[in-house]
C-alpha cells in the first residue's frame, strides 16, 4: 500500500501476518525504513531480507529518493547482521534514540 508519505509492505499466511516493514519518507530525498518485524517463530528463515529487498525495489521505482536510512538498536544483534547482509552501513549512533520500561536503547 502506498500513501504519499508511507508505504507498507506485509506478508500473510492464512489469517496471520507473518512480517512488516514500514516506510516512511519525511524528506524528498530521504526515506526511513521504521519498521521491520518478523513473528518469532518465522525468524531466521530469509522472510526479513526478502522484505527489505522488495523495500529497496520499490524505493527506486519513486522519484527523488537518493538515501535509505534504517536504525538497529545496538544491543539488537540478529537485527544489526540482517541489515548489513543487506547492504546497510553504520553511519552513526544516536544515544537514548528509545525508552522502554525506563531503559534506555540506543541505536
Do not use: H, W
Amino acid at each position: 500500500m502506498y500513501t504519499s508519505k508511507r508505504i507498507y509492505f506485509g506478508c500473510f499466511r492464512r489469517v496471520s501476518n507473518c512480517r512488516d516493514l514500514i516506510l516512511i519518507r519525511e524528506q524528498l530525498s530521504k526515506i526511513n525504513i521504521v519498521v521491520i518485524y518478523i513473528n518469532s517463530e518465522k525468524r531466521g528463515i530469509g522472510l526479513g531480507s526478502v522484505l527489505i529487498f522488495k523495500a529497496i525495489e520499490k524505493v527506486d521505482s519513486l522519484e527523488g529518493i537518493e538515501q535509505i536510512y534504517l536504525s538497529v538498536v545496538t544491543t539488537n544483534v540478529p537485527a544489526k547482521k540482517l541489515s548489513a547482509s543487506c547492504g546497510f552501513e553504520v553511519f552513526g549512533q544516536d544515544t537514548k534514540a528509545l525508552k522502554f520500561d525506563n531503559t534506555y536503547y540506543d541505536e
